[in-house]
């Protein structure tokens, strides 16, 4: 009786660790332009990775931003809860993989308007993916609403960190302002992170208005479309990545 307990035992771990030997987990690397002929007419990709859109002296780019970038600028990659950098997570590691948690998935957006009286950003700016899923830009009111929960009962650390991070994000998030001839702006988008399986996306700036009657309201206006994308597929205990095919 034992010996078929034993048996049994050492087939059931024997399955264990095969099942273990072949498991995985979603791999996706990093965000990053399209190549150029993929662009749409009047673009440009330059080997930072930023995408422009020129019309005559308008020019709007984009470009994705890492979470390594990120820590450096804003500090905080390894303070984890209390750190004061509202992009990242301070170098908190995911329970089941290891890797540091994403926050958000952020691009910087700038304008350089040389070309008309003043220009603006009306419209939503939107991240679609090639299998249809749809990320909307977050907002000053969402992100204040999200890292408010983290103040918890106003105690002194926490409102302190809470209170900073809301500076930052205001002074650095790309702003729906009047652009008038000669102005240049920048700023950061925000978007709640990509699900594990997009690889090729598209971020559309929408209503980029560009030319306003006497009243001050639009009369024409541009959809600016920015197409990036990353590898995805499987990461296997030993390291190795067998990529999806796109």
């Known amino acids: 009786m034992k010996t078929i307990q034993r048996a049994t035992l050492f087939a059931m771990l024997t399955a264990l660790f095969a099942v273990a030997s072949c498991a995985w987990r979603p791999y996706s690397g990093e965000v990053r332009p399209s190549a150029e002929e ?4 009047n673009m440009t990709v330059a080997d930072d990775g930023t995408i422009t859109w020129i019309q005559d ?15 450096r600028q804003f500090g905080g990659g390894d303070l984890g809860p209390y750190s004061e950098n509202p992009f990242t ?6 329970f089941y993989t290891g890797d540091d948690k994403q926050r958000f ?3 910087m957006l700038g304008v350089k308007n040389y070309q008309y009286p003043k220009v603006r950003v009306l419209g939503d700016i939107v991240l679609e993916s090639s299998n ?7 907002n000053m009111k969402q992100l204040d609403r999200y890292f408010r929960a983290y103040a918890i009962g106003y105690r002194g650390n ?11 994000l205001q002074s650095t998030m790309f ?10 702006l920048e700023g950061y988008v925000l978007f709640e992170p990509l699900h594990t399986d997009v690889s090729d996306m598209t971020v559309l700036v929408k209503d980029l208005v560009i030319r306003f009657d006497y009243r001050g309201e639009p009369v024409e206006a541009v959809d600016i479309p ?13 390291g190795s990545v067998e990529l999806s095919k796109r």
């Open 226 to 238: 920015f197409h990036f994308e990353r590898e995805i597929g499987r990461e296997f205990p030993d």
């Open 132 to 138: 249809e899923r749809k990320y909307y830009d977050l």
């Open 175 to 184: 702003r729906r302002q009047d652009i008038f001839s000669g102005q240049e």
């Open 105 to 107: 998935s952020v691009f």
């Open 57 to 71: 002296r308008l020019e709007v780019r984009m470009r994705p931003v890492t979470d390594e970038e990120l820590n």
């Open 158 to 168: 926490e409102y302190g960190v809470y209170k900073e991070r809301r500076a930052i």
């Open 89 to 94: 997570y301070g170098g908190v590691e995911d």
């Open 38 to 41: 993929m662009q749409g007419q």
